[in-house]
């Protein structure tokens, strides 16, 4: 009789990858839909396959395979099993690579003003005919476990991949999100002298979006310049495509809810599930006669875009193309064209 080896796997962790402009319910943030059924069923009819698509890194597959875990993908996002045996060392470490599946996404969420371009760059000193070129592609966000924020939902904590929202600086362009008071307020135009439209009286309340501070500062080698103030360096783990990078660490030493192993390097009974949240478009609804073309009324304060409700009383846009009002090169306002 040939031999039958059989062995059991447990979740490591799992990550969502959720988009509000799917889950909301016109002005009311998923997370403050107030029936528990029909949050359930709005992420039971949610899909993040056709907006991203998600690849383990070469270094990742290499980690992955060397503590025999398995990723496959979810409606949601990824999951990462290991054998229930398994210990991972602490400072194991795997990265995922984030890129977009569906290009209309870019119209409907926020922060997407932000080009992503690729330079290549090289020390102009350096003649010789090896020389090493430099790639990066700036505006892509990093997140980690290790820099993540929790917020507390009733009786759940919730656990988000990106860091806390940052206070109001300089350099904030169009959609920054930023903290002031205690409040979480979005910019509707560019600094300087950029508008805010407030969205929760207290950031707390809400989740932790993906926001601007996600985005490391890049540190240059000696001697190359021209190097994008942030982003990421492209190469063997990082490929041209990319949208955003997940890092994830076994061991977070300064808060263990964001640890996927326990102290023993063991999985934990209760694996933990790591969310990324991606904001919804906010534009100022503008009304258009038909026939002539000509403006009948706007909205006095941009409203959310999604899917599901109307955030306003008239009839809400199309998901489609958002127009940037200018002042030279600087954005006043995102509009929304609803011909009526």
């Not at 949601?76 to 290991?82: D, E, M, N, P, S």
């Not at 990093?142 to 904590?157: E, Q, Y």
């Not at 910019?187 to 707390?204: I, R, Y």
Request: proline content about 8%; aromatic content about 10%; hydrophobic content about 40%.
């Amino acid at each position: 009789m040939a031999e039958r080896i059989t062995g059991s796997y447990t979740r490591l962790f799992e990550v969502r990858l959720l988009h509000h402009y799917w889950l909301d319910d016109g002005g009311v943030v998923f997370d403050k839909i107030a029936d528990p059924a029909r949050r359930n069923a709005r992420l039971l009819d949610y899909g993040a396959g056709p907006l991203f698509a998600v690849t383990p890194s070469p270094s990742a597959l290499a980690a992955l395979g060397a503590a025999h875990c398995i990723f496959k993908t979810t409606p949601l996002g990824f999951v990462v099993g290991a054998p229930t045996d398994a210990v991972v060392p602490a400072d194991t470490m795997f990265s995922f690579v984030v890129s977009i599946a569906d290009g209309q996404i870019f119209d409907y969420t926020a922060l997407t003003f932000r080009p992503q371009q690729i330079y290549e760059l090289f020390d102009p000193t350096d003649f010789s005919p090896d020389r090493t070129t430099y790639r990066y592609k700036d505006n892509v966000p990093v997140l980690s476990n290790l820099s993540g924020t929790k917020r507390t939902f009733g009786a759940d904590t919730v656990l988000f991949l990106s860091r806390e929202i940052p206070p109001p600086a300089a350099s904030d362009a169009v959609e920054s999100l930023v903290q002031s008071a205690g409040a979480l307020l979005q910019l509707t135009g560019d600094n300087p002298g950029a508008a805010t439209q407030l969205l929760a009286a207290q950031a707390s309340d809400v989740p932790v979006f993906v926001n601007q501070g996600d985005v490391p500062a890049i540190v240059p080698p000696d001697g190359v310049t021209g190097v994008p103030a942030r982003g990421v360096a492209l190469g063997a783990d990082v490929a041209d495509n990319v949208f955003m990078v997940i890092s994830l660490t076994a061991v977070r030493a300064d808060d263990d809810a964001f640890s996927f192993v326990d102290g023993t390097g063991a999985p934990k009974p209760v694996a933990p599930i790591y969310e990324v949240r991606f904001k919804n478009r906010s534009t100022v609804w503008t009304y258009l006669d038909k026939q002539s073309g000509s403006v009948l009324s706007a909205e006095a304060s941009p409203l959310p875009l999604t899917y599901f409700g109307n955030a306003g009383t008239k009839q809400k846009p199309s998901r489609g193309i958002v127009k940037a009002q200018k002042s030279g090169e600087r954005v006043t306002q995102l509009i929304s064209e609803i011909y009526v």
